[in-house]
């Protein structure tokens, strides 16, 4: 029995040791560090696990030095990557804690003692018990000092923001009746390469996910959302973008976990890419927004509900239940979901589908794979279409899904994606007045000929048809990448920080 216990005890050491080591490598903590903190891991629990072998003295100093460098190791590489300033009153509370706990443990061993011990005993007692009233009471001071900090951070942001709104080159609003799409670009997030473009390459499930931990060949992606003003429906929004304080405040907008597990840069944003200015320069205000469609629930998306506390956010329930989602971006919407039920029947290649409005206007098509409940959103404009991809397919080469894929979930959920693909690419096909619209397209696609069309909101049809011919300039018939369009990595020329994409 105790064999195996042993044997388990290993199991979960090493376990546990690779979960930290990657964490931490996630994080950026260099090699070497981390190679001396897992030796200093692996001394401290083989101490705890078999202390008999040790023998002797080693039994009683052993776990103790690695115990004592374990605490101050794990101390240090807390202060480096995962510590915020939000975490001082709650440390600072921890502190006082262990030293009236320590003074307390000091008074009973007092009472018990003899020969002079009580003395020194109550002498501890006194200095940990004032010690703890000490940390208390900085531990509530600091509340308000952090609480002021964080208030004055905003404050600079928005100054930054209003600056950002009231500079030259905004426009009015156009009231003609015709229904109009504005690109938004949000900022960007941080990805690596072979998350985004290494799906063929291995980049696919659990051995994906370990991969995005310890590859630092990163590059930056823009996150889109897409505004639409429809005159019969008002104002609409297909997904929201990130918000600002998760690309200025990521640390304080995320809980402690979110901060272990995810990179304290992964998203970039400017002032005059916030949500709320690019509506106010285009004439309008987030108050207005009605409706969002929302592809997924995944963060890089939701962030911007924060702003749209007034508007029913759309999206599919299979998503809300079981997606990977951050409760911080939902927290002033979560009443106003709206589940759909996708009982419109079939649409073209799509066996179920969702007519939102009655009216064929908005027609929302399950695509589950990158996430359960993924959804595409097909907008009728008055001289084609729009098909709003999510996170389906990233970009205009990742139609070439044999070529170019993404990083998948792995299993079913993989092939699901791949059928969704397969059905979008049937639907483009089938249907050359309809355009594909991408959230993260880092392609000339998007930079050009999509801000060319979408200028003034209306493509119409000869936008429309130059955004098809750009396809077919990337794309043949049967879904291929045509010569001179496959992406590679090219490396940072310092050797560090974040690489390009090159096609050729």
Known sequence: MLKVLGRVGVVVLGLAIVAVWLVLRLKGVPVPVLVTYGLVLTGLGCGLLWPRALGGRARRRTPAFFGVAAGLGTLGLYLAVVYHV??????????????????????????????????????RAFLMGGAGLVLGTASGLSGGLVDRQRRASMARGER????????????????DGAVRVFPIHTGDT?????????GLDGWEGLNGYVRTLVDKAQIAVPVHAYLIDH??????????????????????????TSRLLTERDEYRMTAGQDLRVRLARLGYAAEEITTVFLTHVHDDHAGGLRYLPRATVVLDRRDWEHGVLYPHSFGLVKENLSFPAFDSGAFGPFPGSQDHFGDSSVILLPTPGHSPGHMCVLLRLDSGGVLF???TLYTLPHLATDQVRQMTIGGQDTVRQIEAARRVQRLLASDPGVVPLFAHDNTRYQFDLVASAFADGAPGEAGLRELRRGMESVLTSDWRLRPGHAPRFVAPASGTGLGKVAFG
């Not at 600056?163 to 009231?175: D, E, K, L, Y």
């Open 389 to 391: 991809m999510g996170d």
């Open 190 to 198: 941080i990805v690596t390469y072979g998350q985004f473009y290494g």
């Open 231 to 256: 005159p019969r429906h008002g104002l609409m929004l297909v997904d929201t973008g990130v918000n600002w304080e998760q690309a200025h405040d990521h640390d304080g907008y995320y809980g402690l």
């Open 86 to 123: 939000t975490d001082l009153p709650v440390l600072l509370a921890l502190a006082a804690g262990a030293c009236l706990a320590g003074a307390v443990v000091a008074v009973l061993r007092g009472r018990r003692s003899a020969d002079g011990r009580p003395a020194r005993q109550a002498r």
């Open 160 to 175: 930054e923001r209003q600056a950002a709104v009231r500079a030259p080159g905004a426009r009015r609003r156009i009231t």
